[in-house]
């Protein structure tokens, strides 16, 4: 079993529509929780950073974390088509090496 | 400040060929990473160094692998002996110690396909 499970989808949504991204995690010591997204052929690009659980919004942005569910989640409102993208969950102990799921592609159609 | 930059872009190589990859990280972080993409998944770790010293290394990093990152600047990544399951994105990310996570920060990689 991997440390971190994501959906790789691909997940397609109209434009406008509230986009719902999630992962699970198995490993307790995980305290950093972070959303990357990657373009094709680019380096991922952070997106959000939690520190343990709670919620964060940035913008059209929002993280959700869940300790005791081990289950984080990414919400995007009114996406866009600029939004079509990877986006990768991502955590850390706090030793800087980060383990990241396998990525969620998603495509916003016009 | 330019961000993370590595080269080259793309390498197309032999089987058995060596390669060598180049990153030049953001000029104050302290921190630097190796990671490995594959088509479909998520990167994975293989090194990082703080400064000049490498702390970890993973398993995924066999003994034709070996990283450098001479006087704390920029680093490399050499393959030795090519082989078709080294083909995939090479990325490199660099962090500030003060700052963790929040600073981490990718190039965007070098795509290698051994033929």
């Known amino acids: 079993q991997k440390e971190v499970e994501q959906d790789p989808g691909p997940l397609s949504v109209p434009e406008g529509a509230i986009v719902s991204l999630n992962c699970t995690y198995s490993?307790?010591?995980?305290?950093?929780f972070m959303w990357y997204r990657q373009y094709s052929r680019k380096g991922p690009e952070l997106l959000m950073y939690?520190?343990?659980?709670g919620n964060k919004e940035d913008g059209r942005f929002t993280a959700q974390v869940d300790k005791s569910s081990k289950y984080i989640s990414l919400f995007i409102r009114d996406s866009q088509p600029s939004d079509s993208a990877t986006y990768l969950c991502?955590?850390?102990?706090?030793?800087?090496?980060?383990?990241f799921g396998t990525g969620t592609k998603l495509q916003v159609i016009p | 400040d330019t961000g993370v930059s590595q080269n080259p872009r793309h390498k197309i190589t032999k089987r058995g060929q060596n390669v060598t990859f180049r990153c030049d990280p953001i000029?104050?972080?302290?921190?630097l990473y190796w990671y490995r993409q594959t088509l479909g998944q998520g990167p994975e770790f293989l090194t990082y160094?703080?400064?000049?010293?490498?702390?970890?290394k993973s398993r995924l990093l066999s003994d034709r692998f070996s990283a450098e990152r001479p006087k704390g600047s920029f680093s490399t990544l050499e393959i030795q002996r090519t082989e078709q399951g080294d083909s995939a994105m090479y990325l490199c990310?660099?962090?500030?110690?003060?700052?963790?996570?929040?600073?981490?920060?990718f190039g965007s990689g070098t795509r290698l396909t051994v033929v």
């Open positions: 000029s104050e972080h302290n921190r």
């Open positions: 160094f703080q400064n000049e010293a490498q702390l970890e």
């Open positions: 991502a955590m850390s102990g706090g030793y800087q090496k980060v383990t």
């Open positions: 990310a660099s962090s500030l110690i003060d700052l963790g996570e929040q600073s981490y920060t």
């Open positions: 490993n307790s010591a995980f305290q950093y």
């Open positions: 939690t520190y343990s659980s």
